[in-house]
């Protein structure tokens, strides 16, 4: 099992930046790569970004393409998601999540683990 656990959300004016951090714990060695998705209220919960263990870049959600990279420490098994020029659209919870079949997390793979969420307020 893995357990991953995000921090760094919290409330941001527009423009602001914030980084998000998920550690991984547990049978780390399966991961093969990780991602952040939000939710926003009444929509579906999307892939904004992806990168396997290798450190390849797999996705990136079209709206925050040149704002937000997605970054990962094998040597602390934590993901990163670095978040700028954000706008009140970002707001969400996002989550961390990681699969263990793929080295490709796209918006159609199946993850097997998430986190609990954390939320991420952006205020005009």
């Known amino acids: 099992q893995v357990r991953l656990v995000e921090s760094g959300g919290g409330l941001v004016q527009v423009g602001g930046s914030l980084r998000l951090s998920c550690a991984a714990s547990g049978d780390t060695f399966s991961i093969t790569a990780q991602g952040w998705y939000r939710q926003a209220p009444g929509k579906h919960r999307e892939l904004v970004a992806s990168i396997s263990t290798g450190g390849k870049t797999n996705y990136y959600l079209d709206s925050v393409k040149g704002r937000f990279t997605i970054s990962r420490d094998n040597a602390k098994n934590t993901a990163y998601l670095q978040m700028g020029s954000l706008k009140p659209e970002d707001t969400a919870v996002y989550y961390c999540?990681?699969?263990?079949?793929?080295?490709?997390?796209?918006?159609?793979?199946?993850?097997?683990?998430w986190g609990q969420g954390t939320q991420v307020t952006v205020s005009s």
């Open positions: 999540a990681a699969v263990d079949q793929s080295t490709f997390m796209t918006p159609g793979s199946f993850v097997p683990y």
